[in-house]
Nanobody, 124 residues
Framework: QVQLVESGGELVQTGGSLRLSCAAS????????AAWFRQPPGKEREFVAA????????YYADSVQGRFAISRDNAKNTMYLQMNSLKPEDTAVYFC?????????????????WGQGTQVTVSS
């Protein structure tokens, strides 16, 4: 098993930037595909971005393509989400997730392991 803890969420103005971090512990982090999901207020959770085990491949939701960048440092057991040009509609609780199977995350938008979430609020 792997345990995930997010950090970095805060209040930011429209057009601003934030970097979220996800610290993993437990089983070797490189064994997992890692991803970010988010849940806007009053809405269902949605896929944001995913990164393959080595970090060679990345996947993004259309809504964040070109603005967000996912990355990972397996030596530090940490994943990141760099968020630029933030919009009010990016306001959400952001969750870190991990799973052994790429398709489970990228296609089914599901994962076996989840963090507790970190709040990102973008003011207009």
């Amino acid at each position: 098993q792997v345990q995930l803890v997010e950090s970095g969420g805060e209040l930011v103005q429209t057009g601003g930037s934030l970097r979220l971090s996800c610290a993993a512990s437990g089983r070797t982090f490189r064994d997992y595909v890692a991803a970010w999901f988010r849940q806007p207020p009053g809405k269902e959770r949605e896929f944001v971005a995913a990164i393959s085990w080595s970090g060679a491949n990345t996947y993004y939701a259309d809504s964040v393509q070109g603005r967000f960048a996912i990355s990972r440092d397996n030596a530090k057991n940490t994943m990141y989400l760099q968020m630029n040009s933030l919009k009010p509609e990016d306001t959400a609780v952001y969750f870190c997730a991990a799973d052994e199977a790429l398709n489970m995350v990228v296609r089914a938008h599901k994962a076996a392991y989840w963090g507790q979430g970190t709040q990102v609020t973008v003011s207009s």
